[in-house]
Structure formats: C-alpha cells, structure tokens
Nanobody, 127 residues
C-alpha cells in the first residue's frame, strides 16, 4: 500500500513537499514514481527514484524545481516541489514498480507498468 500526503493550496512561486509512505511490500525491491493528472488528461510521469540505487529521474517540465528523495529507513519517498507554477496544479500520485525482470528505465514514466498506487493528493497552485 502507498499513502500519499502533503498536497494543498499554494501561491505561484511557493513550495510543497509531498510524502509517499509505503507498507505491505519490501520497499528496497521497488522503485517509486510520482505522477500527476488533471481532469481530461492522461496521467503523466513527474519523477522517479530507484530505491536500491538512489538514481533519480525528472520530467523536463520539473527539472530544476522538483527534487525526489527516499528515506529507506522510513519506507517513504518525498517530492520537494519548489517554484510552483499554476500549471503544476493536479492530483499527484505515487506508485511502486518492481524493476526485476523489466527494463524499468524505459518504462519509468509509463503509468500502466506500475504495480501499486497511492490514493493521490491534490496540489493547487494559484496565480
């Protein structure tokens, strides 16, 4: 199970930190991704991290503004979001994918490849 939290209302230029707490599976065996979705659009990959290696990846539209990190002792992944823009407004989801036997790098932003999903947390950025 994944529990996402930390969303809220913030003004443009502000910051939020999202948390994704994992339970019920071996955290180190899974990589974690953050996705977001707005009504009428497909879920898009934002950032992801390899739990075992710590490698991080970012979509172009958040590079330099968002930072993903992992606290393996707490089975929690964070997404620090700075310099938020109104277009960042969305429901943010965290998801877990077991990379073993997969080419995870190629599918790291493919929502359908992920095994577990959190319930989503709403981020609203006002202009």
């Amino acid at each position: 199970q994944l529990q996402a939290s930390g969303g809220g209302l913030v003004q443009a230029g502000g910051s939020l930190r999202l948390s994704c707490a994992a339970s019920g599976f071996t955290f180190d065996d899974y990589n974690i991704g953050w996705f977001r979705q707005v009504p009428g659009k497909e879920r898009e990959g934002v950032s992801c991290i390899s739990s075992s290696e710590g490698s991080t990846y970012y979509a172009e539209f958040v590079k330099g503004r968002f930072t993903i990190s992992s606290d393996n002792a707490k089975n929690t992944v964070y997404l620090q979001m700075n310099s938020l823009k109104p277009e960042d407004t969305a429901v943010y989801y965290c998801a877990a994918i077991r990379p073993l036997g997969r080419n995870w790098y190629l599918s790291r932003y493919t929502a359908g490849e992920y095994d577990y999903w959190g319930q989503g947390t709403l981020v609203t950025v006002s202009s």
